[in-house]
């Protein structure tokens, strides 16, 4: 049973910095490209960083560059969100997603959600 679980959520001040964990089992973690998303209230899920199977990482809204950071553990079947310097604004529930083919050059793909983790940035 392939599954995702985020941790490293929590209440943070402005400023602060979190470390989001996304950890994965049931599927072949080093073949999956992963994605973070955040989805505040009323506010639809939008992206926030990715990075592939190559290690290649992207940073997908331009207001968030140069403060987060995302970073992969094969060996921990893991992913890392770091987030530095937070605002208010970046108060959300994160999500990771792994999108996985079936073999490294298969175009059939598999995608798994994790349940979120909730980021709180207030004083």
């Known amino acids: 049973q392939a599954q995702l679980v985020e941790s490293g959520g929590g209440l943070v001040q402005p400023g602060g910095s979190l470390k989001l964990s996304c950890a994965g089992s049931?599927?072949?973690?080093?073949?999956?490209?992963i994605g973070w998303f955040r989805q505040a209230p009323g506010k639809e899920r939008e992206g926030v960083a990715c990075?592939?199977?190559?290690?290649?990482?992207?940073i997908l809204i331009d207001s968030l560059k140069g403060r987060f950071t995302i970073s992969r553990d094969n060996a921990k079947n893991t992913v890392y969100l770091q987030m530095n310097s937070l605002k208010p604004e970046d108060t959300a529930v994160y999500y990771c997603?792994?999108?996985?083919?079936?073999?490294?050059?298969?175009?059939?793909?598999?995608?798994?959600w994790g349940q979120g983790t909730q980021v709180t940035v207030s004083s």
């Open positions: 990075i592939n199977s190559a290690d290649a990482a992207h």
């Open positions: 049931g599927f072949t973690f080093d073949y999956a490209a």
């Open positions: 997603r792994a999108t996985v083919p079936i073999t490294p050059s298969s175009a059939t793909q598999y995608m798994y």
